[in-house]
């Protein structure tokens, strides 16, 4: 753990029991104590390991960056112990307007990229952006060519759905405490006849209820 779990300074790892993550914690401490180093900022889906740390050394934050805060992005993810959900950050709901009275293809492209969305959690939303990109390409539109009022009503309508991507959260753990029965699941939805979006889901029976959690978003493409 101590070679694949560290990021520069900072651990982000787990264990399937509470007696496990006890364990790691003491020993990793202890280790680390060794060369003068105090592990801080601990963070838990689990009150139960988090009782038996000191208030000082716990994170204070409510929602985590999974990123490397003194360097480039990295995962682009944010993580909410509490609740134990996933959200994709998003500073692209900030830069950019929901009603720009002239794109072009480079400004689409532009506002399409920066959404960074590494794991796929977005994409069965993302692609709808990618899916317009693709008619500019299609209608042969030069990179500053203003976009037809058709399509920049179009264009305007997509947009107004980027800053509820900030607001997706995806549950971090898969699997429930006490599993049965699990099925993997394909739902297809058809946007268009050249591509499909594939979520890949899982179908919990954990004593009398069903869960269905969402797993991993592919793309079907046709030619």
């Given amino acids: 753990m101590l070679n694949n779990d560290f990021y520069v300074d900072d651990l982000l790892s787990g264990t399937l029991t509470i007696e496990d993550a006890l364990n790691v914690q003491k020993e990793l401490s202890a280790l680390l104590q060794t060369a003068g180093l105090t592990l801080r900022k601990w963070a838990s889906n689990h009150t139960t390991f988090l009782d038996t740390i000191p208030l000082e050394l716990q994170e204070t934050q409510s929602t985590l960056s999974l990123d490397n805060e003194d360097g480039l992005t990295t995962l682009g993810l944010l993580w909410n112990p509490k609740n134990d959900h996933l959200q994709v950050k998003s500073s692209f709901t900030q830069m950019h307007s929901t009603d720009s009275p002239a794109s072009t293809k480079r400004k689409v492209l532009a506002i399409t990229a920066s959404i960074f969305d590494p794991l796929g959690l977005l994409s069965p939303a993302v692609v709808a952006y990618k899916i317009f990109l693709q008619k500019l390409w299609q209608d042969k539109l030069q990179w500053d060519e203003p976009l037809s009022s058709h399509l920049q009503q179009e264009w305007n ?26 099925k993997f699941m394909d739902f297809v939805t058809t946007v268009n006849k050249l591509m499909e979006p594939v979520c890949t889901s899982v179908r919990q029976t954990a004593t009398t209820k069903h869960h269905v959690n969402f797993c991993a978003p592919h793309q079907r493409w046709h030619h």
């Fill in 157 to 182: 309508q997509l947009l107004q759905t980027i800053p509820t991507l900030s607001t997706l959260r995806i549950k971090r753990r898969l699997f429930a405490l006490i599993l049965l029965i699990s």
